[in-house]
């Protein structure tokens, strides 16, 4: 297996566990009587631990150039935490066991995210094709986790975890030795803090939070509404979240070059605007298919590709893992926040009311972006411009 191929093979194998996680976990600890703010903690306690440790998962990338490393054992202890899954019997246990899993897959981001964008200077076509890798993964996990969920137990899911996991694993394990390590470069680190002091950066992070409360304030909760709601069968919500994931594959190989094209700017607030017409729609609507049809809707690459472009532009090499750790930590603190602000309004009225919290951050962001977020002033090859 070639250098590049064992990195999309891995990136894969990594994130297919996380859309079994994200996809059904929420139904089953719903189905042991687990509450909506405790299914958020699913969310919310791993956001908390990227939050401190993507950023040092990336410094550590930096520092020792050995992604393979890293990555050898964050798949390992994936696999591990899906073999623990059948033996638990409590939603409490399943939430404890997923915040262990996330102390290593924080990683993932900043160390394939890195490793992207340090190989090719097209920093819109690199996060594009990482996150091509990342989304394949994730949805032939869920497309086999959603017909394996309606037809056997849930323990089925909980083996195609684990494999993934255990598959990945080996795959890291004999990858051609150059295949999961990047250069060193001779620029001059600026840490943490010096990230963090520049205007630029600081706005990035915050502009992020609000889109990813957004966002996961309700779509982290997106099947059971589908479920016990509108009442979806689990096999639509296994399609939905497959649909959502194979629709991102082809957004970000489009939207990938597109901000290297017209700029991260614009496709960052085409994003967020999305999300604000997204939220308005579906306030109004509650038919099963047209829910699912607006949920696949790929919206969240315009973002997600747009932040990692400028994170990008902002930082040198030698600071690449650090910051694109730093914008994971600000993404994940949003992705948290928002499932714990939905649990809590859910718990207290009812999913609808997530709705409408949503579409309200939704449109600040709109606005805080075209007034705050600055574009880099780069020059753009005339070949990439052309699409060449």
């Known amino acids: ?31 042991l009587g687990a509450s909506y703010l405790l299914i ?71 160390v394939y995210g890195a490793m992207a964008t340090l190989s090719n200077r097209q920093y819109g076509r690199a996060i594009g094709g990482f996150w091509t890798a990342a989304l394949l993964g994730y949805a032939t996990a869920t497309l086999i ?21 255990y598959v990945g694993t080996l795959v890291v394990l004999f990858a051609p030795r150059d295949a999961l390590t990047v250069k060193r470069f001779l620029d001059i680190s600026r840490g943490y803090w010096g990230l963090l002091k520049q ?77 604000a017409a997204y939220f308005t729609i579906l306030y109004f609507v509650t038919n099963v298919v047209v829910v699912t049809v607006l949920w696949i809707l790929p919206i969240y690459p315009l973002v997600q590709s747009a932040a990692a472009s400028l994170m990008s532009d902002y930082t040198s090499a030698a600071d690449r893992g650090k910051g694109l750790g730093l914008l994971e930590s600000a993404i994940s603190l949003g992705g948290g926040l928002g499932p714990l602000a939905g649990g809590l309004i859910a718990d207290a009225a009812q999913l609808q009311a997530v709705i409408v919290f949503s579409l309200v951050i939704a449109l600040f962001s709109v606005a805080s972006s075209q007034i705050l977020l600055k574009e880099p002033k780069i020059t753009v090859p005339a070949s990439i411009r052309a699409g060449t």
């Open 145 to 165: 986790g959603g017909i394996l969920y309606q037809y056997e137990s849930v323990n089925s899911l909980f083996l195609l975890g684990a494999t993934y996991g």
């Open 1 to 31: 297996m070639n250098q590049r191929l064992t990195v999309h093979v891995s990136t894969g194998l990594a994130f297919g566990p996380i859309g079994v996680i994200w996809a059904f976990l929420p139904i089953h600890l719903r189905s």
């Open 199 to 275: 205007r630029n950066i600081a706005i990035l992070c915050l502009l992020s939070i609000t889109v990813l409360v957004s966002t996961s304030a309700f779509n982290s909760f997106f099947t059971v509404y589908l479920v016990d709601v509108l009442n979806g069968s689990r096999l639509t919500a296994g399609l939905a979240a497959t649909g959502t994931t194979v629709l991102g594959v082809f957004a970000y190989r489009l939207v990938g070059p597109l901000n290297d094209k017209v700029g991260r700017k614009p496709v960052f607030m085409l994003g967020a605007a999305g999300y």
């Open 40 to 110: 958020a903690l699913v969310s919310l306690i791993p956001a908390i631990e990227t939050i401190g440790l993507s950023p040092a998962w990336g410094g550590i990338l930096d520092k020792t150039r050995r992604g393979n490393k890293i990555l050898l054992v964050s798949l390992l202890v994936q696999g591990v935490g899906f073999s623990v899954f059948p033996f638990l019997k409590t939603p409490g246990e399943f939430v404890l066991v997923v915040s262990l899993m996330g102390l290593f897959s924080s990683s993932f981001i900043p």
